[in-house]
């Protein structure tokens, strides 16, 4: 004979995914515009170790404000803007690009290996009244 299970209650809330407050100056990752398949980079031809290395980097910087990664000179990191004019790449291809990225950076997740991180800063305030 089975017993029998009872149903749990769940409290009816909206389905959405609250943020999580951080503190204003420290850095947050957003995968908004992550694109997943560029020409010159494949998700998929990644080993787990590039993910893994990817991860506790970005787990790193997030402990960091803009200031302290910008100002940052290790060798590991070598974080520091990109000139797409110097480069076989002229942006990120995002619709409206012009208007969303002010200053493209790239940053290294080893100092040997791995390859680099290509992103930008995105520094919204909001303030409200009432």
Request: glycine content about 4%; overall charge positive; some cysteine.
């Amino acid at each position: 004979m089975s017993k029998k299970i009872k149903k749990t209650k769940v409290p009816q809330t909206s389905s959405r995914i609250r943020p999580t407050p951080t503190h204003p100056s420290l850095i947050c990752f957003s995968f908004r515009y992550y694109q997943e398949n560029r020409p010159k980079f494949r998700v998929q031809d990644n080993p787990a170790t590039y993910w893994l290395t990817l991860l506790n980097r970005l787990k790193a910087l997030s402990g960091l404000s803009v200031q302290e990664v910008l100002r940052n000179r290790s060798s590991s990191l070598r974080c520091h803007p990109i000139k797409w004019e110097d480069t076989s790449e002229d942006g990120f291809g995002l619709p409206n690009e012009d208007q969303l990225v002010d200053t493209p950076y790239q940053f290294s997740l080893s100092s040997n290996e791995h390859g680099r991180v290509h992103v930008f800063l995105l520094m919204m305030s909001f303030i409200l009244f009432g």
